[in-house]
C-alpha cells in the first residue's frame, strides 16, 4: 500500500511533494501503521533525498546512519556520484578500504586530510596502503 503510494507520487512527478510527506511522518505522533519508523522509512527518505533533494542528505545520514540499510543508499549515491556521503556510509559500514579509495580518486571533492589519515589507520588491504 504504501509502496504504490511512493510509485504513484513518483509517477505523477511529485518527488519533492512525497519527500515533504515523508518528513512530515517523522514528526507525527499518530503514524499510520502502513508507515512505521524502521529502518525502511529512514531508507526511502534518504532515498528521496538523493533522488529530489540532496541537500539534506548528508544530516538525514548524520542523525539516522544507525537506522538506514546502508547498502541501498550507498548503491544510490554510487550512482549520483555523492562522494563525501559515500565516504560517510563506508566509514559506517566499516568498509575503510573503499572509503580511503574513493578519497584517493575522487581528489579533491572527496579529500579530507585528517579523515584520510584516520581511514587509512583503519583499512586493513595492503593494496590501499600501496
Avoid at 519527500?19 to 512530515?24: G, I, K, M, Q, S
Avoid at 575503510?96 to 583499512?123: C, G, N, R
Wanted: glycine share 4%; hydrophobic share 40%; net charge negative.
Amino acid at each position: 500500500m504504501v509502496e504504490e503510494l511512493f510509485h504513484l507520487y513518483e509517477d505523477q512527478g511529485y518527488g519533492e511533494q512525497l519527500t515533504d510527506l515523508v518528513e512530515a511522518s517523522f514528526g507525527s505522533e499518530y503514524q499510520n501503521t502502513g508507515i512505521s519508523t524502521d529502518t525502511s522509512l529512514f531508507t526511502e527518505l534518504a532515498l528521496l533525498y538523493v533522488k529530489y533533494r540532496p541537500e539534506p542528505l548528508m544530516e538525514h545520514l548524520k542523525a539516522y546512519w544507525k537506522r538506514i540499510n546502508i547498502p541501498n543508499v550507498i548503491r544510490v549515491c554510487e550512482e549520483a556520484r555523492l562522494w563525501v556521503e559515500l565516504l560517510f556510509l563506508y566509514e559506517h559500514n566499516d568498509e575503510y578500504d573503499v572509503a580511503a579509495t574513493i578519497m584517493m580518486k575522487q581528489f579533491p571533492d572527496a579529500w579530507e586530510h585528517s579523515a584520510f589519515k584516520q581511514l587509512i589507520v583503519e583499512a586493513l588491504g595492503p593494496e590501499t596502503f600501496y
